[in-house]
């Protein structure tokens, strides 16, 4: 069964872990209280504050508490839903300001472009809430890569390392799990796709091997047609 789609992780696969943790979590824990002091009453935002209130058990936590749980989740690098709406909300004020670029690696780029002009249908898989994900390559350090990409999924589709997710996914794609190439840093994630019946190769750009998994160091090295 030949490879139709390929669906990407982004943290350590297609943009470096650095970006995340030294540029994009430092931005949004200094502007995220007052973006949430400052738009608390819009429903959207209200909406995910409520969500906060009810993941960490507070139900009535003040707004000043709520911003106290969101700095802590950022500092634990929480994967909680409503954390990742907010940042990207932030991370979205900052790209349009031109202050932050997302970070691509230039093999993840040339890669990308080659398969979408082959033919193949592209997604992203992330911890990072959709709009994250469409600012990182619509906002890249590249220009804008969004038009690569057929659609993006986040932890509402699941967590990264249960099949259930994949299973969701491919279903979200429409087309068989086989038909599917999953790239990714972590041997946890790709144990759960390859349960669901996914095609696998791991990344590992420090060198190694995900345990299980065809392993490269580059997207330059990762030829769809050999899966």
Do not use: N
């Amino acid at each position: 069964m030949p490879i139709k789609a390929i669906l990407t992780d982004i943290e350590g696969t297609t943009s470096a872990v650095s970006f995340v943790f030294d540029v994009l979590f430092p931005y949004a824990r200094e502007h995220l209280p007052a973006f949430v002091r400052e738009h608390a009453g819009e429903e959207q935002v209200a909406a995910q504050l409520a969500a906060v209130r009810a993941e960490s058990g507070e139900a009535d936590a003040d707004l000043e508490r709520v911003i106290e749980i969101l700095l802590g989740w950022i500092a634990e690098d929480s994967k909680a839903t409503p954390l990742k709406a907010l940042q990207g909300r932030v991370w979205e004020r900052g790209y349009r300001a031109g202050q932050l670029k997302g970070h691509v690696y230039p093999d993840a780029v040339a890669a990308l472009q080659r398969w979408k002009a082959e033919g193949y249908d592209l997604y992203v898989y992330s911890s990072g809430s959709i709009q994250a994900q469409r600012l990182i390559f619509g906002c890249s350090e590249a220009g804008d890569l969004s038009p690569l990409f057929s659609g993006y999924f986040d932890t509402t589709s699941g967590p990264k390392r249960e099949a259930a997710s994949y299973v969701r996914i491919a279903e979200a794609i429409g087309r068989p799990a086989g038909e599917i190439l999953f790239l990714s840093d972590v041997v946890q994630e790709l144990d759960a796709a390859r349960q669901a019946g996914l095609r696998t190769c791991g990344l590992a750009r420090e060198g190694g091997v995900l345990a299980g998994h065809p392993t490269v160091a580059s997207f330059a090295a990762i030829e769809p047609t050999a899966f």
